[in-house]
């Protein structure tokens, strides 16, 4: 019971003492499930350019990291955002290494009342070294992430 408690307590704690959720955020950090598991971090530059980091299990099969370069334009929705970006990606498993160029195309959201941000996207990945067989791979993905900064 004490766990629960402490627990509930440690959320609405997240919640509420965040800063003004009016805004759009500065860097927010959290997971992506898609064709694998990952963890991701985005910290804008501007209002509109943006840097990703992704570390974790690509194609269920490959662990790696990608760092994605990315534009955001206002879908004119609310607090909805569209976004492409492109970046290299390098993968490890057991056979083999794999280089390549991962872009990413999807939809935004952040919550007005709460320090979340949910997205849905596309990542094609084409490989440029590594794994002959899989030239060209690609996942749709659903992240959710607590923000952490805002302007």
Do not use: C
């Not at 804008?44 to 194609?59: H, M, N, P």
């Not at 794999?98 to 919550?111: H, I, L, N, T």
């Amino acid at each position: 019971m004490k766990k629960t408690l402490f627990l509930f307590l440690t959320l609405m704690n997240l919640i509420w003492i965040a800063p003004v959720y009016g805004q759009m955020y500065r860097s927010a950090a959290g997971l992506r499930g898609g064709t694998g598991a990952t963890v991701s971090y985005k910290h804008f530059l501007g209002r509109s350019v943006a840097f990703e980091g992704i570390l974790g299990s690509f194609d269920y099969d490959y662990f790696g990291a990608s760092i994605l370069f990315e534009k955001h334009t206002d879908a004119n929705l609310g607090r909805l955002q569209w976004y492409w970006g492109v970046g290299p990606y390098l993968t490890f498993s057991r056979a083999f290494t794999a280089f390549g160029a991962q872009g990413a195309v999807g939809a935004e959201y952040s919550f007005e009342a709460l320090p979340i941000d949910i997205s849905l996207d596309w990542t094609p990945r084409l490989r440029i070294s590594g794994a002959p067989s899989k030239l060209f791979t690609r996942s749709v993905g659903v992240g959710i992430r607590y923000i952490i900064d805002y302007y």
